[in-house]
């Protein structure tokens, strides 16, 4: 399996900073996809953005913004101005290979945005 | 607006004790995914099925089974629960089409083995 790397275990910050929770991964494919969701307290992982490699551009959603580097294998999540409700685990994914239903993850980066 | 229900929150079990967790999806996805959940280990991907009675193992299969009788429903189970097998277990669902949102996940069960 292709590996995802977030070598970023937990990160704490202080509410209104920005983070960036980092994500690299190993591709032996020409096209990918690749994943962030976040793992609230509650439980459930939800979606945040799939990216196809054909697309290079950045891409931002409100405080959300995702910087995607084939160049460098890797697609860093940036929160602007960070809040408590942010406080999550994120995992960062891609399908295992070519072809492949299975999505692998990354370990997940926990974060706690401190008030 | 719920698509992918498990059917227990919390769990405590014995050790010993036969488990089941029910996992059930309103999408018409037809993979299914049972994923368990350890501080440290990340998610682990425990079986997987494409489709109808079909199952595949996959990294951490040992002690466990699965049932897909239904394209809605996809079971695991624990023959003979152990207290290593206490973690959190998380089931997805997902299509054969385009990748969308990749998995769709239920919240989660929690199991306590004693």
């Known amino acids: 399996a292709q590996k995802v790397t977030q070598a970023q275990t937990e990160i704490s910050v202080v509410e209104k900073e920005d983070v960036t929770l980092d994500c690299v991964y190993e591709?032996?494919?020409?096209?990918?996809?690749l994943f962030w969701y976040k793992q609230p307290p509650s439980g459930e992982l939800v979606f945040l953005i799939r990216r196809n490699s054909f697309d290079e551009q950045n891409e931002i959603s409100g405080r959300y913004s995702w910087n995607f580097q084939k160049s460098t294998s890797s697609f860093n999540f940036t929160i602007t101005a960070s809040q408590v409700v942010d406080s999550a685990v994120y995992f960062c994914?891609?399908?295992?290979?070519?072809?492949?239903?299975?999505?692998?993850f990354g370990k997940g980066t926990k974060l706690s945005v401190i008030p | 607006d719920v698509k992918v229900t498990q059917s227990s929150r919390y769990l405590v079990k014995r050790t010993g004790e036969k488990v089941f967790l029910e996992c059930v999806q309103d999408m018409d996805h037809e993979n299914m995914f049972w994923y368990r959940q350890d501080p440290g280990l990340g998610l682990r991907l425990i079986y997987f099925?494409?489709?109808?009675?079909m199952k595949e193992k996959g990294d951490i299969p040992e002690g466990y089974s699965v049932s897909r009788e239904k394209k809605e429903r996809f079971s695991l189970i624990l023959e003979s629960a152990s207290t290593n097998q206490t973690s959190m277990y998380l089931c997805a669902s997902s299509s054969q089409g385009a990748w969308g949102y990749g998995y769709t996940f239920g919240s989660g069960t929690r199991l306590t083995v004693v």
């Open positions: 099925s494409y489709d109808v009675k």
């Open positions: 994914a891609r399908p295992r290979g070519a072809g492949s239903y299975q999505l692998t």
């Open positions: 591709t032996r494919d020409t096209t990918y996809y």
